[in-house]
């Protein structure tokens, strides 16, 4: 049993990877903010220990971690993945600045491992599968934001040899993940025998199953890595259309309704290419998404289908948003 620290659980992955700790029957702390989201975690914050900060304050992240004791350290938050999150300055100060404090307070209270997650937005537009050791040109200013918090991290890591490493995280869904979302507004539609609103079929993404997501988070954690610093990118290797998405919704849920492309707006970070290269983290770790994408859906439609409050939730929220 290890001590843990995690900040971003209001969150989607979060709130995966903080049920999963517990499961695995860990002593776990949520950092969380003032007036975060409660739906994702109302259920598990009685097993935990509870602190309230600003992670841009330095001396509250510092008092909360000299507090914990933490041996391990995911810090999961982070501001501008979202259309409605607007802002260079917000986006500065929690990606940046909130993960410089992090980072500090974790080396000085002796943390073994610190884990954050960084972005595949850090790329940009490649032709080809991004591997850690290409270039990186953000496409947004979220993903600048992203990018400059990883260089810190490496760049501090190497200065002192910490197991301090980024996790680049590409397009992960499941259970928890934001309702507006493309795959859980497909699989509500869906199961109406409707389909949404499409953008262009040939948009793809390289789509993860946060199951995986958060099994390299924790091995990233357990283990020592290749070198201080280190970057990983947690992805599949394939990309997938949004044409092989929808025909695969329509098969599990054998919806009638066809595809209406083009009726959604091109978004500005909508690309035909995009998907990352799994090796670093299959060949230093032996960590391999093992969830297919169809496996995924029809694990994503089981759990809306077995809890209907949270079918109930997620089908409001959708149609708040596309009414």
């Known amino acids: 049993m290890k001590r843990i620290l995690l900040t971003g659980a209001s969150g989607f992955v979060g709130a995966n990877l903080a049920r999963r700790l517990l499961r695995d029957q860990h002593e776990v702390h949520l950092l969380l903010r003032d007036r975060h989201q409660t739906w994702r975690i109302e259920e598990i914050t009685k097993d935990c220990s509870?602190?309230?900060?600003?992670?841009?304050?330095?001396?509250s992240v510092t008092r909360c971690l000299r507090s914990a004791k933490?041996?391990?350290?995911?810090h999961l938050s982070a501001y501008g993945a979202y259309s409605n999150q607007t802002g260079f300055e917000q986006m500065v100060a929690t990606n940046l600045i909130g993960s410089a404090n992090m980072l500090d307070a974790s080396i000085e209270c002796g943390a073994e491992s610190f884990v954050q997650t960084g972005s595949s937005s850090e790329y940009g537009y490649k032709s080809g599968a991004a591997r850690e050791d290409d270039r990186v040109d953000p496409n947004s200013h979220y993903a600048i934001s992203k990018a400059a918090a990883t260089h810190y991290c490496q760049f501090t890591a190497r200065k002192l040899g910490l197991n301090a490493v980024t996790a680049r995280l590409y397009s992960v869904y499941g259970p928890y993940e934001e309702p507006t979302r493309l795959i859980p507004t497909l699989?509500?539609?869906?199961?109406?025998n409707k389909l949404p609103p499409l953008v262009s079929p040939e948009i793809a993404r390289d789509f993860v199953y946060v199951d995986d997501a958060v099994d390299a988070l924790i091995l990233l954690a357990s283990h020592q890595t290749a070198s201080p610093g280190a970057i990983y990118n947690v992805c599949t290797g394939t990309q997938n259309s949004l044409a092989q998405i929808v025909e695969l919704t329509r098969s599990l849920l054998d919806v009638r309704a066809a595809p209406e492309w083009g009726n959604m707006p091109r978004r500005a970070w909508d690309t035909d290419v995009w998907f990352g290269d799994p090796s670093a983290l299959r060949d230093d770790l032996g960590w391999i998404a093992e969830t297919s994408l169809c496996d995924g859906l029809a694990r994503m439609i089981r759990w809306l289908r077995d809890n209907p409050r949270w079918l109930t939730f997620y089908s409001n929220r959708i149609l708040q948003t596309t009414d």
């Open 50 to 59: 509870i602190s309230i900060a600003d992670i841009t304050n330095r001396e």
């Open 70 to 74: 933490p041996e391990w350290v995911f």
């Open 187 to 192: 699989i509500v539609h869906a199961l109406s």
